[in-house]
C-alpha cells in the first residue's frame, strides 16, 4: 500500500517500529486505521521515523493511546514537523470523525504525551540503542529533515529508504548513498514512471499559469503544506524576480502550510548550496510581493471578494480535506478556471477523482461540476521516479552486497514493475510484500 507506512523489525532483543502512518485514500483517515495494530504496542522499543508526512507519522497518537511509551527518535527538523503537523492532524481526524458519527482516531493528550517521547537526531551520526544495535540517519532528500534509516544489528544491516526525493530539489540535497546494506526496502510510489525534469516542470507551470490569467480564471493549486509548498514558493518567487510572474495575487491559504514554512526558515542549514546562496543573498525565497498569507478563516473567506485571475495555493495536496474543498466547490465548475495537481494522488481520494477526468464529483454532499481544466506535474512530485530509484539502488549495490530488496509503498502494478526492472538490471531477489507479511533476514 502506498500510505500507512509501519514497519516492525524485532532483533531478538529489541522491537523496533520504522514509521508509523496513517491509511489514506478516500477519506483522510481510512477505517484500517481504527483497527488495532499487529503488535502489541506496550512491546515497542524504539519508534524510528523517516520523515513527518501523514502517511507515516499519522498514527503515533493512537500509538500512545494503544501503550506505547519506549522512546521515538528521528532528525530535528522531523521533530519540529511533527509539532507543528500533528495538531492538524488532529484536526481534520475529529472534523473527520464527527462527519462520519464516530470517535476521532486519538484525543489531544494522546497528542501532547506522544510528542514528549520524540528526541531529535543528526544525520550520519551512529545512535546505539543497545550492544548489537546501531542506527544512523542519512539524507532522503524528500522534505526538511527526511531520512534514510540504517539498522545495523549482529553484523547484518537493514536500509529503509522512507520517501526518496525528486532530485535535483531546489531547497535540498540529493539523497545519500547507504554503504553497503544486506536488505533494502524501497518504496515505489512512482515506481513505474519517469518525471518531466525540471526545466520542464517551471515551462508547464509557466503555461498553466499564462492560460489561465488570459481566461480570466483562478488556478487551484492543492499543495501538501510539507515540502510541496515550500518548493512552489521558491519557484514562484524566482518568476516573479525574472519577472516571468503576471501581476495577479497569490494566496498561500493553509494555516499549517504557513507555520510549516516558518519551520523550514528555522533549519534553513539543511537546505542546498544554491538555496543557501540565495539566502545569504538576501532573497527572502519564501516571501516576495503579491504573496498574501491567509492564516484565519476571514481572511480566506476574503479571497473570493477578489476579482480578477488569482493564484491559490490551499491544502490538503489530496483535496481530502482541508481549505481547498471550499475553493474548488466554488471553482471546479467554473470553465475559465483551472486545477493544478503538484503531487502523489492517493486511489480513491478526491484530487484522484478529478486527475482522473470524472465530470461530476461529490464536496460535503455536493454534486460538483468539473468544467474547469485540469493539469498535473509529475516533475513537482517530491518521490523518486523509476530511473532515478533504479540508479540510486545500483550505487547502493556497487560492491554488490545486496541480498534481497522489499518494495513497498506503492501501489502493486508501480510496486511490481519497480520489482521486475530491477531484478532484471541487478539480478537481485526483489518481494512486493502484503500487508502483514513477515520475513527473517538471514
Partial sequence: MVTGANYLLDTGNLKILVDCGLFQGSKFAE???????????????????????????????????DGFRGKIIATHPTVALIKAALPNTLALLMEEAKRDGHEPLFREDHLINAVLLAEGANYHKEIRLDQETVIKFLDAGHILGSSIIEITCNSKKVCFSGD??????PLLHDPDIPENPDYLIVESTYGSKIHEDKQERKNILEKVIDETV???????????AIERTQELLYELNEMFSKKSLPDIPLFLDSPLAIEITKVYKNHAEYYNEEALRLIN?????????????????????????????????????????????????????????????????????????????????????????????VFSIGGYSGHADQKFILEWVKKINRNQKLKKIFIVQGEIDSAEILGKVIKKELNIETIVPGQGDKFTLE
Fill in 31 to 65: 477505517f484500517l486505521n481504527y483497527e488495532g495494530f499487529p503488535y502489541n504496542p506496550s512491546d515497542i522499543d524504539y519508534l524510528l521515523l523517516t520523515h513527518s508526512h501523514a502517511d507515516h507519522i499519522g498514527r503515533i497518537p493512537k500509538l500512545y493511546k
Fill in 164 to 169: 526518496l526525493g525528486n532530485p535535483p530539489n
Fill in 214 to 224: 488570459a481566461k480570466g480564471g483562478t488556478l487551484l493549486i492543492p499543495s501538501f
Fill in 281 to 373: 543573498s538576501g532573497d527572502d525565497i519564501f516571501d516576495f510581493p503579491n504573496l498574501v498569507f491567509t492564516k484565519i478563516a476571514d481572511e480566506s473567506k476574503q479571497i473570493n471578494t477578489i476579482r480578477g485571475p488569482k493564484i491559490i495555493i490551499a491544502g490538503s495536496g489530496m483535496s481530502n480535506g482541508g481549505r481547498i474543498l471550499h475553493h474548488e466547490l466554488r471553482y471546479l465548475p467554473d470553465s475559465n478556471s483551472a486545477i493544478l495537481f503538484v503531487g502523489y494522488q492517493s486511489e480513491g481520494s478526491l484530487g484522484r477523482r478529478i486527475l482522473n477526468g470524472d465530470k461530476k464529483v461529490s464536496i460535503f454532499g455536493k454534486k460538483i461540476p468539473v468544467n474547469c481544466k
